[in-house]
């Protein structure tokens, strides 16, 4: 839907002629399904779902053209529950603003995802056709985009041959920290990427920083136990030697695919997630994965992959543990029409000294775990 910026044209006083090229278009996902869990806490489980494929949203985005190859540009996002109507606790998950120009780039203002989701994060299957559960342990990576940020300037240039970058910073917005130390770093974060194409091949690096991201919750990141703003809360976010919370998150992560045949695609990704907490210990998770889609018909794809990830505590109280995870998903998605697809997913874990824990659901009370889960998705 596109609605022409009547009212602004009318409140500048200006011809409606002046401003045809302004829009503003809402659009949306709506997911729902249903899951089962053959250990979710120790219990078999049935539960209705939504967005298991992708977040249920409304989306609403908006361009002016400013002449000689320049845009303002805003979008908002504002995720819901498609089972009960509830929103997610903010009114907008992503809300930012900004300047686009086909020769320099775009530079953002607002909260957003990081650089990492742009360049890199697509080459996972969870973010293709794996959906939530099929995300690396924990999504420690963050390539389900479990966090985003807020307070940030972000820069995505434009392609040079296939080549693009960008970078994003998210600001902490404090000016002192409690102990009346600066408080510049106390939940800041710093990411940067960058990605190519070129015909059948694609490839992704990126970098991922946070600062303390449990010392505020107004900083860039929502702090754990700060209610519905406790988006950065997940499984490794406290030490496991006296629950200390993170002094530092960095990511690194790497991709590529290649697509043979017009119909197979290639792909796998590299993920180091590293995690120092406040009591001197620390967590190293090393994500391996290859996975392969088959486009079948125009309108059936299915997929395979498989994911190791090895872990490593150390630091005193945290013992020798070094936990492991070994993952399938398999996927398919049949498409009924261009808005409108069905999907079946299926995720199956084993854990190598831990307990298996698929995201998004209660880890299990063993170290196997199987989650399948199928739906529809309409976009709008």
Known sequence: MTLV?????????????????????????????????????????????????????????????????????????????????????????????????DRFGTVTV????????????GFATNETWAG????HVGDADNTNASFKVSNTVKYASPQFAGLSF????????????????????NNRLMSAGAAYT??????????????????????????????????????????????AGVKRQRIWLA??????????????MYSKTQYRYLDATALTLDNYEANLTWQITPAWQTG??????????????????QPGWDQINLGTEYALSRRTTLYLIGVAQQGRHAAAQIYGVSPSSTRRQLVVTSGIQHLF
Do not use: K
């Open 198 to 243: 070129r015909g059948p091949f694609a490839a992704g690096l990126g970098f991922l920083q946070a600062d303390r991201p449990d010392a505020q919750p107004a900083g860039a990141l929502g702090a754990p136990g700060a209610g519905v703003y406790d988006d950065y809360e997940n499984t490794f976010s406290g030490s496991i030697a006296s629950t």
């Open 304 to 321: 395979v992959a498989y994911i190791r990830t090895n872990g490593r505590y150390s630091g005193t109280g945290t013992g020798d543990a």
């Open 132 to 135: 939530y559960i099929g995300a």
């Open 166 to 185: 960008g970078a994003t910073y998210g600001f902490s917005n404090q000016a002192a920290a409690s102990d009346g130390s600066s408080g510049f770093a």
């Open 255 to 268: 991709g590529a695919s290649y697509r043979f045949f017009g119909a197979l695609t290639l792909g796998g």
């Open 110 to 121: 607002g909260r957003q995802w990081d650089t990492t989701i742009d360049t890199v994060s």
């Open 5 to 101: 910026a009547a009212s602004c044209a009318w409140l500048a006083g200006a011809p409606l002629a002046a401003h045809a090229q302004s829009s503003v278009t809402l659009s949306g996902i709506i997911d729902a399904g249903i899951l089962y869990a053959n250990n979710s806490g120790g219990h078999s489980d049935w539960s209705t779902t939504s967005g298991q494929l992708t977040a249920s949203r409304w989306i609403m985005t908006g361009s002016e053209d400013l002449g000689g190859g320049s845009h303002a540009i805003f979008r908002l996002m504002s995720p819901f529950n498609v089972q009960n109507g509830h929103g997610t606790g903010r009114a907008f998950n992503v809300a930012y603003v900004g300047l686009a120009d």
